[in-house]
């Protein structure tokens, strides 16, 4: 209006009025409705997977949708639209002895896993606690609530497992913990040939 009753450029127009010169260049999309915001947001979600309504907002913003970015966000979440959150790969320390794969149990007796637990009583003491599971068929093989357990006690419950089952198991599944590293149990392993599946310690 200002350009052509006073016959002034556009910038200076703009100024005047305090407004951005990109609202005299860019068509405003008005009167869709939701329903068609709605759908536009769906159509962005797919094709840009990796995206968040920030994005939608900026998009939407230069195609001339008339909508700020409360809006935008207000039906993000109405159409229950949402970044899938990136799975954060496990970084593995040292080197194992079990195959690439998981090793997974086939059988009974093929994969026991050992874990330990702490708890403490009334007066404060802590107590250990010593699971030995039997990772195929789920049963609690044995073990061991005592206020110490060293690699000694662990091969000894180890020891009494074997003497009732009448069979040693293929592999133990267990963390790099003291015990469970010590030369106590890796004889043991060794002689019984149970092959296990920890992490050694350290970085290769």
Not at 41 to 52: D, M, N, Q, T, Y
Not at 132 to 137: G, T
Not at 151 to 168: C, F, H, N, Q, S
Not at 173 to 185: F, H, I, Q, S
Request: glycine fraction near 8%; proline fraction near 4%.
């Amino acid at each position: 209006m200002l350009k052509e009753r006073l016959d002034m450029s556009e910038r200076r127009a703009c100024r005047i009025v305090g407004q951005h010169r990109s609202t005299q260049r860019r068509p405003v999309t008005r009167g869709k409705g939701d329903d068609a915001l709605r759908a536009r947001l769906h159509a962005f979600s797919r094709k840009h997977k990796r995206w968040g309504y920030r994005k939608a907002w900026a998009v939407l913003r230069d195609e001339g949708w008339d909508a700020n970015r409360k809006k935008i966000q207000r039906l993000w979440r109405e159409e229950g639209l949402e970044v899938p959150h990136r799975k954060k790969k496990r970084r593995r320390v040292g080197t194992s002895t079990c195959p690439v794969d998981r090793l997974r149990a086939q059988r009974p007796n093929h994969v026991w896993g050992l874990d330990f637990q702490f708890d403490q009583t009334a007066d404060g003491r802590i107590l250990k606690l010593l699971n030995i599971v039997d990772e195929h068929s789920r049963e609690e093989l044995g073990g061991l609530v005592e206020r110490r357990i060293d690699a000694d006690r662990t091969v000894a419950a180890l020891d009494g497992i074997v003497a009732k089952t009448g069979e040693a198991p293929a592999f133990i599944r267990c963390d790099n913990g003291p015990e469970l590293t010590a030369n106590a149990l890796r004889d043991w392993c060794r002689f019984s040939g149970t092959g296990t599946s920890y992490i050694e310690p350290g970085s290769p």
